[in-house]
T-cell receptor, first 113, second 113 residues
Framework: EPEVTQTPSHQVTQMGQEVILRCVPI?????FYWYRQILGQKVEFLVS????????KSEIFDDQFSVERPDGSNFTLKIRSTKLEDSAMYFC???????????FGQGTRLTVV | RKEVEQDPGPFNVPEGATVAFNCTYS??????FFWYRQDCRKEPKLLMS???SGNEDGRFTAQLNRASQYISLLIRDSKLSDSATYLC??????????????FGKGTKLSVIP
């Protein structure tokens, strides 16, 4: 069964450092998303991406965040200068049609120290 | 205001019991509706989409009441493996003609032997 894969599964970084979280969406999906979930809280939307550009972003997705599809398979989330409050689980998701059933990767647990 | 509300639980039920979860959403222009399940520290996994006519998948039945802005999930003959957090997810208008998957905080279910 096709699935979304994310790497790394866990990343520890020092405050102020840049991190890149990587995702390989399901191959025939056209819509890609990043969400985050702070421990004990709900899943929050960060950004959606289609046709090589951002289609929507939330207020969380400020100038410190960027996304990229560098090749035909990868979809990355970069946090330029991490803060303690960026510590969370980051989920990548993809869907065949915009905002329909989205399938999630297993997540990257980001810990900023 | 984007909002999906769920009773956080926990619901502690014996094996074999029937349990029902409810969810309300704030925006009447919401388009599509889903139930996901999330195991501890794992990714959300799509359980089922929810249609106005109601739909059933094995032991799971989902209902949508658009007039009341209310979604339900019924689980019959609960199994130990049903223990998880159940997330109500609504495709809600986010402004400028776009939509966004909005998550509830989830309802925790524990099925007890």
């Amino acid at each position: 069964e096709p699935e979304v894969t994310q790497t790394p599964s866990h990343q520890v970084t020092q405050m102020g450092q840049e991190v890149i979280l990587r995702c390989v969406p399901i191959s025939n999906h056209l819509y890609f998303y990043w969400y985050r979930q702070i421990l004990g809280q709900k899943v929050e939307f960060l950004v959606s991406f289609y046709n090589n550009e951002i289609s929507e972003k939330s207020e969380i997705f400020d100038d410190q965040f960027s996304v990229e599809r560098p090749d035909g398979s990868n979809f990355t989330l970069k946090i330029r200068s991490t803060k303690l409050e960026d510590s969370a689980m980051y989920f990548c998701a993809s869907s065949a049609v915009m905002n329909t059933e989205a399938f999630f990767g297993q997540g990257t647990r980001l810990t900023v120290v | 205001r984007k909002e999906v509300e769920q009773d956080p639980g926990p619901f502690n039920v014996p094996e074999g019991a029937t349990v029902a979860f409810n969810c309300t959403y704030s925006n009447s222009a919401s388009q599509s509706f889903f139930w996901y399940r999330q195991d501890c520290r794992k990714e959300p996994k799509l359980l089922m989409s929810v249609y106005s006519s109601g739909n059933e998948d094995g032991r799971f039945t989902a209902q949508l009441n658009r007039a009341s802005q209310y979604i339900s999930l019924l689980i019959r003959d609960s199994k130990l493996s049903d223990s998880a957090t159940y997330l109500c997810v609504v495709n809600m208008p986010s402004g400028a003609g776009s939509y966004q998957l909005t998550f509830g905080k989830g309802t925790k279910l524990s099925v007890i032997p």
